[in-house]
């Protein structure tokens, strides 16, 4: 048994900063993730805010970041309306992120167990008093801490697991969720103005969400989409399926000019 001031479920973005704070602060901290170390990287659209990061404390390297943006294109389905909404952003480069703040966290002091799967609470007294982790070696060790932070994401491995009753119990409904899938493409043409990121609202190609083209450089681009959870579920769409009905032969270049 491995006793802790906090256990962090999740080295993503938010177990990863969070353990950097807590460790930072003085408190004996375990970060726990399934993934090895030098493979968590999340798939997302990389594209963030710069007011997200300007609230951290720290200060992401600059290979970290690929690309700035100065806003944001919303397209109407046909094409025919557009808004332009201002607002500076990074284009990241998810694995340098990810590594370079696991990174922070170590720095700061928590300790990071990687290759470990978190199966669920300890639950002792109406109070979460641990998780049961699955180590490398295929056997079960109980770590115990004052408090249990659930940075599992999707995964909801903690939350998804207390008892109905409370309030903190959250399972994971389809209606929550935004099923979602992309690529990172290269053109062998420029792309017109780069520093926008392009969201086109579309009930075709993504029911329930939208499609993406997110430049990542003059002539790479993190292309995508995301369906509501709910109609994938229901219809039994999926958002593979419809990016490669719909965008990936698409004459993209031409899309919203
Ligand atoms: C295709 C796609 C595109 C997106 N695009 C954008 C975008 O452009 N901009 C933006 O801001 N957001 C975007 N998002 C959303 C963004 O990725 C998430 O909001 C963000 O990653 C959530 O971070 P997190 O740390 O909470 O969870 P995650 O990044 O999901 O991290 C959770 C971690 O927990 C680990 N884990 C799970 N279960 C266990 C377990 N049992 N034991 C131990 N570890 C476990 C996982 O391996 C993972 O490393 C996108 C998401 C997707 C899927």
Redesign the pocket.
């Known amino acids: 048994m491995v006793n802790f001031d906090v256990i962090v ?8 900063y969070a353990s950097y704070l807590l460790a930072k602060a003085g408190l004996n901290v375990a970060l ?4 090895r170390r030098d493979k ?1 990287f ?7 805010g710069i007011h ?1 990061i300007e609230r951290m404390s720290i200060k992401p390297p600059s290979d970290v970041i690929m690309i700035r943006y100065e806003g944001a294109e919303l397209y109407s389905p046909d094409l025919s309306v557009k808004y332009v909404v201002l607002g500076k952003g990074f284009g990241l480069d998810m694995a340098k992120w990810a590594q370079w703040l696991i990174g922070e966290a170590e720095r700061a002091g928590a300790h990071i167990f990687d290759n ?4 669920g609470p300890i639950i002792e007294n109406g109070f979460v008093s641990g998780v049961r982790v699955l180590k490398p070696d295929g056997s079960t060790e109980d770590f115990r801490a004052k408090v249990v932070i659930d ?5 909801a ?1 903690v939350r998804s697991r207390l008892p109905r009753e409370w309030w903190v119990s959250e399972p994971l409904l389809p209606e929550d969720v ?1 099923n ?3 690529e990172i493409i290269q053109v062998d043409y420029d792309i017109e103005k780069p520093e926008f990121i392009k969201i086109y609202l579309d009930a075709n190609i993504a029911p329930g969400g939208y499609w ?1 083209l ?1 430049p990542k450089s003059r002539n790479t681009m ?1 292309i ?1 989409l ?1 369906l509501w959870g709910k109609l994938s579920e229901e219809q039994g769409l999926n958002p593979r399926h419809n990016y490669d009905r719909y965008l990936a032969n698409s004459n993209i270049r031409g899309v919203g000019r």
């Open positions: 479920v999740g080295a993503g973005t938010a177990g990863s726990i993730e399934m993934k968590v999340k798939t997302t659209g990389d594209a963030i997200h470990h799967k978190v199966q940075a599992s994401g999707v995964g491995v935004s979602a899938y992309r993406w997110f993190n995508g995301g």
